[in-house]
């Protein structure tokens, strides 16, 4: 094959890889498109970047279920909870509140932050609480002792407050951990580019974080995306 024509080739691999890329990014492909089919329940959460929310159109998706930012740490609010919670809890979605755990405060502070913000709902999810390396914890796979404590207090207090037991988001790198620790709880688990690990047991999968939908207004262009493991019945008593 004379050198030109190997050139050609590798260049044209190359602009389909590239053209790959770009539509993976932009969130026209989706790694887990496949892996998600045989899930029947799916889901998003949303949080201000969301900025405004139509959940009738979310909803008309066929999206059945929405998990709503409401607070993090001991004082910050989402700006836009109370809005999306009293539209959402008027569609036919199940709906539930996520608080982001912070590694810095007080379990019960926080706790009483998301209690003041959260009011029930009928067929509402079960309280989530968001735990995942950020900031100078980025590149650690462990939790120290004392936030794992801390954590505990949460769990107990708002599981206490709500008569439900929690669901905790977490990452691959601290599910087992965490499972070692807290296995009483359910986990949300995130994977966006492959199905979970062999392993790892979860109730509700966010399989995507490029996805785009029709119905938010926010500056983030994209929406989380979610799967339940379960069937519809299944899903209809989840949390009850």
């Known amino acids: 094959m004379k050198r030109k024509s190997i050139k050609i080739i590798i260049v044209g691999i190359l602009v389909c890889f590239g053209l790959l890329a770009t ?19 799916r889901g ?24 709503i930012k409401a ?3 001991s004082s ?16 036919s979605l199940r709906i539930g509140a996520y608080h982001f755990f912070s590694f810095e405060t ?18 509402m999810l079960p309280p989530v609480v968001d735990v995942e390396p950020y900031g100078i914890y980025s ?5 120290d002792q004392a936030v794992l404590d801390e954590l505990s207090v949460w769990l107990q207090i708002v599981e206490a407050s709500y008569e439900m037991s929690p669901i905790i988001y977490t990452t691959e790198e601290y599910y087992e951990q965490l499972h070692e620790i807290l296995p009483q709880y359910d986990i949300w688990i995130r994977s966006v580019y492959s199905e979970p690990r062999s392993g790892i ?16 207004s926010g500056s983030e262009k994209y929406i989380d995306m979610n799967v339940y493991n379960g ?7 989840y949390g009850k």
């Not at 993976?24 to 899930?39: E, S």
């Not at 007080?106 to 067929?123: C, D």
């Not at 590149?139 to 939790?143: E, R, T």
């Not at 047991?201 to 938010?216: A, H, K, V």
């Open 44 to 67: 998003v959460d949303v949080s201000h970047y969301q900025g405004e929310v139509d959940w009738d159109l979310i909803e008309s998706q066929g999206i059945r279920f929405a998990f």
């Open 23 to 41: 539509l993976i990014y932009n969130g026209i492909i989706q790694i887990n498109g496949l892996a998600i089919l045989k899930y029947e329940v």
């Open 139 to 143: 590149g650690s796979s462990m939790i």
């Open 201 to 216: 047991s979860w109730s509700i999968w966010q399989y995507s974080n490029r996805m785009r939908l029709n119905g938010y």
């Open 71 to 73: 607070t993090e740490g």
């Open 76 to 91: 910050f609010e989402d700006e836009y909870f109370d809005k999306n919670w009293a539209e959402a809890s008027d569609t």
């Open 106 to 123: 007080g379990g019960q502070t926080q706790a009483e932050n998301f209690i003041n913000k959260v009011y029930a709902v009928p067929n």
């Open 231 to 237: 069937t519809l019945e299944d899903f209809a008593n």
